[in-house]
């Protein structure tokens, strides 16, 4: 059995997370890691809610904030952790800590919400941060930020960020410059994986 490795990916709308999670899953399998990719909020029934939520109007953001712990609770249960047992890699795009900085925009304490998630969720071995300038992301979702529901959205979007970006000094933390040609996202993503000795050139 290989040794497990868990990798999550993070950053505001428009980052090209999916993107990159589905190349570093190429990327790992064609080394011979078996490898693994799933994203939150899942396809669950508590996700589900939250995703048609998106479309039919928002939770409170107390429901909020409760779905996306269940929604959690089940992944870790049924994916993140049999997974990790069998020496999987695991790589989610979005987890506890996309809950920290959006619901902590919603009024929730960052440091709270991460108390209540890590007292089930494992942490994992590598946290990448892509980071894009808020101006860019949205460009990048086709959205140009200057209508009142845009400019709400992009300060919230700026308050998302400097969430995710003050978990940067954390030893297991990576910031990734997600600006620039995909392909070159992708290879900054390997060399960090090859720094920090989690994957071979
Ligand atoms: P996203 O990854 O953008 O899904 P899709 O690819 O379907 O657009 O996630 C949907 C939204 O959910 C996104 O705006 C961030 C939000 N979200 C939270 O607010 N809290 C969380 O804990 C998670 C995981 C996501």
Redesign the pocket.
Known sequence: MTSPLFIVIEGI?GTG??TQARRLAEWLRSQGRETVVS???TDGPWGRKL?ESAATGRLSPQDELEY?LKDRKEHVDTLIRPSLAEGKVVIL??Y?F??MA??GCRGFDPDEIRARNEAFAPRPDLLLILDLEVDDALARIGSRGDSANEFERRDALQRCRGIFLSLQHEPFVRVIDSSGPLDEVTARIRQTLIETGLASA
Request: no cysteine; net charge positive.
């Open positions: 709308d997370k999916s994203r939150e909020p995703r996306f795009d979005r506890y996309s809950t959006y619901q």
